[in-house]
């Protein structure tokens, strides 16, 4: 089975630019999850999707970052402007709305903004 | 949301069996023990899940007490390539996607020396 596809693999703009990321989840599922990883620290999440409807974007910061998930499948990840704390990786990953199931995620975009 | 606690990082020799023990004092009836691992330039990959007990899978075992205050991941005869962090998580993973939260802490380093 294919695994959560994500593009491009590295990014580096600099600030105050816009950037996208794009994430196409396992076929099938309805869960998807955008995060935010800086170097040396745990996932954060940013936003939760289940089908095309946000879940949780409370930890989103919203003046520059949005996220749209497209028919529930596909989902984009944006920020405008970039700031240069904004450098990480973003880690898409998506799993079936059955209890107990695992996330999968992808490789994830490296970000960095200089 | 049940916080973790994990040591920051462990050190282990090859063939030896290593535990990685996570507190979770606050955690709820109906939240269940999640660990994923995560190597370097890659997303997190789950490794177990358990409620109470123990489990075991081919990679790894889960062991719960019964108060479920804390669990302990075991990892038999570890080789060079489980060097990696590992994560443990705690939520309701009997509800439905839409409810259920992937909350990432620090994690644990583990290097393992050949």
């Known amino acids: 089975e294919a695994g959560v596809a994500q593009s491009p693999r590295y990014k580096i703009i600099e600030k105050r630019q816009s950037v996208a990321f794009w994430c196409n989840p396992i076929s099938g599922h309805a869960t998807l999850y955008w995060y935010q990883q800086i170097l040396g620290q745990g996932p954060k999440l940013l936003i939760q999707?289940?089908?095309?409807?946000?879940?949780?974007d409370s930890q989103l910061p919203k003046d520059r970052f949005s996220a749209e998930r497209l028919k529930g499948v596909d989902s984009t990840l944006k920020i405008q402007p970039a700031k240069l704390e904004d450098s990480a990786v973003y880690l898409c990953?998506?799993?079936?709305?059955?209890?107990?199931?695992?996330?999968?995620f992808g490789q994830g975009t490296r970000l960095t903004v200089v | 949301l049940a916080k973790t606690t994990q040591p920051i990082s462990m050190d282990s020799y090859e063939g030896q069996e290593v535990n990685i023990t996570c507190s979770h004092n606050?955690?709820?009836?109906?939240?269940?023990i999640t660990w994923y691992q995560q190597f370097p330039s890659q997303g997190p990959r789950f490794i177990i899940q358990g409620y109470k007990t123990k489990v075991t899978n081919e990679v790894a075992s889960l062991f719960i007490p019964a108060d479920r205050k804390s669990s302990t991941l075991s990892l038999p005869r570890v080789s060079l390539s489980d060097t990696a962090v590992y994560y443990c998580l705690v939520g309701d993973m009997r509800s439905s996607g839409s409810a259920r939260q992937l909350t990432f802490g620090s994690g644990t380093q583990l290097t393992v020396l050949p």
């Open positions: 606050n955690i709820a009836t109906n939240d269940y």
């Open positions: 999707f289940q089908n095309n409807g946000v879940v949780d």
């Open positions: 990953a998506s799993s079936l709305t059955a209890p107990n199931t695992e996330a999968f």
